[in-house]
């Protein structure tokens, strides 16, 4: 099995891992059943973090002011901008910080080693009164203010954390209603996976390991909420 068949072996088993499945790798090259225990290792660790988020979130996500979800990208965790931040602002209210709190802990504690996406969201609303150029600036810089947070506030290490903002192009619901314009506010802190990348030289599978490899069980995995 060349290099390309093993890679999309390693994206189908992470997709479908974070989307509530186990794989079970039969058989196969030594460095490449490591790399797919490391990975599983990492899953489960997002669930314990995504239990105990869910415990300690518990009324948050009651109040339908934050969301946890276990997507293709990772361990997602959506607050909402009306909880985090007064229309139009990206300066981060001060009721909301034990929340965050939260958040930190279980970074520090259950994942140290994984790194952060910070991603800011808007509706479609166009900005008129603010002074943000457009809801890009406006979905970056509430981005950032978590990622300050995070690294400035509480120190989480600069290195694990990033942030972008995607203004209004990646909505979760119609922007035609006010309920679903509610909901494309939201800042999300994704905590990221890591994939290793495979050297050149060890693009060669060993004879015979594509049958193996192809030998995919798939069991269904607690769906933790």
């Known amino acids: 099995m060349k290099y390309g068949l093993f890679k999309f072996v390693l994206i189908v088993f992470l997709s479908l891992t974070l989307a509530g499945c186990t794989f079970i790798f ?17 899953l489960d660790a997002l669930n314990q973090a995504k239990k105990i988020l869910a415990e300690q979130l518990s009324q948050e996500i009651k109040d339908k002011q934050v969301k946890l979800q276990m997507m293709e990208k990772g361990l997602v965790i959506t607050f909402l901008t ?17 929340a965050l709190d939260k958040v930190v802990k279980v970074l520090k504690e259950n994942v140290p080693n994984l ?53 209004e192009y ?8 006010k309920e679903g314009r509610h ?8 905590i990221l996976p890591q994939l290793k990348k495979v050297k050149e030289k ?3 599978i060993s004879p015979g390991a594509q049958e193996k490899t192809e030998k995919l069980l798939l069991e269904p995995k607690e769906n933790l909420k």
Do not use: C, M
Request: charged fraction near 30%; aromatic fraction near 6%; hydrophobic fraction near 35%.
């Open 26 to 42: 039969q058989k196969g090259r030594r460095s490449d059943l490591e790399r797919i225990q490391a990975l599983n290792q990492q």
């Open 202 to 204: 060890q693009e060669a």
């Open 115 to 167: 790194n952060v996406g910070i991603e800011g969201h808007t509706d479609n609303r166009p900005i008129k009164f603010s002074g943000w150029k457009s809801n890009w600036e406006l979905s970056t810089a509430r981005a950032l203010s978590v990622l300050h947070f995070l690294i400035d506030e509480k120190g989480i290490e600069p290195e694990r954390v990033s942030a972008i903002g995607y203004g």
């Open 170 to 177: 990646r909505p979760v619901a119609s922007n035609d209603t």
């Open 82 to 98: 009306d909880i985090l931040f007064d229309s139009g602002k990206a300066k981060i209210k001060p009721e909301v910080y034990s």
């Open 183 to 190: 909901l494309n506010r939201r800042v999300e802190i994704v």
